[in-house]
């Protein structure tokens, strides 16, 4: 049985949603949802789960996440709801969906995914930097029955390689405020005949994320330096955390008087991201080594071509889920490599 590598599963108030119907270019209709939910006890706390589903399958039967999404149009409760029709107007503009838009969160709904929510990167350019940013995207969500008692989470699993050694983050004191890793997440691709007859081959596609463990203790620290190494399988417990955060903003101002610049200070939010560990475990090689993402050949092709990626959003720009929490495992793995060169 192939490993899951990415599941996530996540429940949170709904803050905010907007729903979008449109037509693809041969005609067909579709339906898209970004869903902005509470996930944690501060209203910071906040991520966006996004779901798309065509109206009908490829069959042409009704389909049920279409379906469901409409249910969320028409009936989840949100402090901001938004929709926007652009099946025959593409220039259409988001308007206030105001038969679920509510005065006061004990009113939205809560909204839980437990299956089918993953993880992904999203890439951009700004200011001639390249950002990246988590992305959580789901098939299906649910809301709490009423009267039930809703307590907001958001973490899951990554399974795949570690990248490099695991790095510790040190502050100006000199003290050790954290651990980062680069991980790959692996996805196997099954081969298949394209519509102009053109046989793809199997492929392995590769996700990369920075991991970070805040405040370790010594005990997670000996752990995760011994194990978290380069070239290891691991089994990973994350929680990503996207937190609204209030800063201040230089901003020089030329003076009416005098001379020099005057600074002043703006008040401004910043929204912080990151995928914090939150526990996992080396995996032994024969856990993995019959799974078709871990061929570390392909593992490697799927490397080059994320970097291949990365480096055209580059250019194209210039030219402008049981969880594991803790540490080990009640079995202890053996703890050793493949003995494989990893190509990357």
Do not use: W
Not at 4 to 19: D, F, M, Q, R
Not at 76 to 104: C, G, I, M, W
Not at 224 to 236: L, T, W
Not at 245 to 251: D, I, L, M, R, S
């Amino acid at each position: 049985m192939a490993i899951v590598t990415n599941e996530l599963k996540l429940g949170g108030y709904l803050v905010a949603k907007l729903v979008s119907l449109g037509k693809t270019s041969t005609g067909s209709e579709y339906a898209s949802v970004r869903l902005t939910l509470q996930v944690g006890e501060e209203d910071g706390q906040r991520v966006d789960l996004e779901i798309f589903a065509n109206k009908l399958t490829s069959t042409g039967a009704e389909n049920k996440i279409y379906t469901n999404l409409m249910t969320i149009h028409q009936e989840y409760k949100s402090l901001d709801s938004q929709f926007v029709d652009r099946r025959n107007n593409k220039e259409a503009k988001p308007v206030k969906h105001e038969a679920t838009t509510v005065a006061s969160k004990d009113e939205v709904d809560f909204v839980y995914a437990n299956k089918g929510v993953k993880l992904s990167n999203n890439r951009y350019m700004s200011n001639g930097e390249l950002v990246t940013n988590f992305r959580l995207t789901a098939n299906f969500v649910n809301r709490a029955k009423e009267g039930m008692h809703n307590v907001p989470y958001l973490e899951g699993t990554l399974v795949g390689v570690c990248g490099n050694d695991v790095e510790r983050m040190i502050d100006n004191n000199g003290d050790i405020v954290g651990l980062k890793l680069d991980f790959l997440v692996p996805e196997f691709r099954k081969g298949y005949t394209n519509r102009f007859g053109e046989e793809i081959a199997d492929s392995v596609a590769v996700e990369r994320y920075e991991l970070i463990l805040r405040q370790p203790d010594d005990n997670a620290l000996d752990y995760c330096e011994e194990e978290f190494v380069k070239g290891r399988v691991c089994s990973i417990g994350v929680e990503p955390m996207s937190r609204i955060e209030q800063a201040e903003v230089k901003k020089e101002d030329k003076p009416k008087r005098g001379f020099g610049n005057v600074p002043t200070f703006e008040p401004t939010t910043k929204v912080s991201r990151e995928i914090r560990i939150i526990g996992g475990y080396a995996l032994d090689e024969d856990e993995y080594e019959n799974d078709e993402a871990f061929d570390f050949n392909k593992i490697g092709e799927g490397v080059k071509t994320l970097e291949e990626k990365i480096q055209n959003i580059k250019e194209s720009n210039g030219k402008t889920v049981e969880v594991p929490k803790g540490f080990g495992r009640a079995n202890k793995p053996s703890g050793k490599s493949s003995g494989m060169n990893f190509p990357f």
